[in-house]
């Protein structure tokens, strides 16, 4: 099993609806979980993390957490064009010299 | 947060040379990470870098390939080493951001010709 995975898509969402993107990991010690946003040809940003069960609300985004299930997933609201981008799902592996592992990343597509 | 200035953005190279890409970081911080993402991908790990340590590497990268100095605590080089058109990827380091996450410099494209 990989360690973070995520559907590469691309997902197509309209413009103004709710964008929902999932991610799962495999390892149960793992403490903390970041949403990254890639356009292309740029560097990775962050946008969201998170480190407790339950939600997490910064704007538009919320982040939710689910560590019994070992689920991640990143909900961005009233989705605009300039949303589309690829969102990296990242998880710190603790007790490896806290580095981050990445998702492929899934490719989101707003439609005008 | 930690500002990184990631040199070369970009370069063109011949196959059977080296190039080293360096990142230099406004703030003390005890661990950079290399990564690399080749083209329709995501990033993976090639090595963590501590200072005054050997850096480690990651499964199937190994450091005569990327060989990687850490001089200080603010500075390092990651060298790409006798490169093949396979070697044409971004290269990007990173930094811990507090406790949100990792910063990452603005990488560098590189194509292997």
């Known amino acids: 099993q990989k360690e973070v995975e995520q559907n590469s898509g691309p997902l197509s969402v309209p413009e103004g609806a709710i964008a929902s993107l999932n991610c799962t990991y495999s390892?149960?010690?793992?403490?903390?979980f970041f949403w990254y946003r890639q356009y292309s040809g740029k560097s990775p940003e962050l946008i969201m993390s998170i480190y407790s069960n339950g939600d997490k609300e910064d704007g538009r985004f919320t982040a939710q957490l689910n560590k019994a299930s070992q689920y991640v997933s990143l909900l961005i609201r009233d989705s605009q064009p300039s949303d589309s981008a690829t969102y990296l799902c990242a998880v710190n592996m603790k007790g490896r010299d806290d580095k981050i592992i990445f998702g492929k990343g899934t490719r989101l597509h707003i439609l005008p | 947060s930690a500002v990184i200035s990631q040199k070369p953005s970009r370069d063109i190279c011949q196959r059977g040379t080296s190039l080293t890409i360096q990142c230099q970081v406004d703030s003390q911080v005890t661990m950079m990470f290399w990564y690399r993402q080749q083209p329709g991908q995501s990033l993976t790990l090639i090595a963590t870098?501590?200072?005054?340590?050997?850096?480690?590497?990651e499964s199937g990268f190994v450091i005569d390939k990327f060989p990687i100095s850490r001089p200080n605590l603010t500075f390092s080089t990651l060298t790409v080493s006798n490169m093949s058109p396979e070697d044409s990827s971004i290269y990007l380091c990173?930094?811990?951001?507090?406790?949100?996450?990792?910063?990452f410099g603005s990488g560098t494209r590189l194509t292997v010709v």
């Open positions: 870098a501590n200072q005054g340590s050997e850096a480690t590497y």
């Open positions: 390892d149960r010690v793992s403490q903390s």
């Open positions: 990173s930094v811990p951001k507090g406790n949100y996450g990792y910063t």
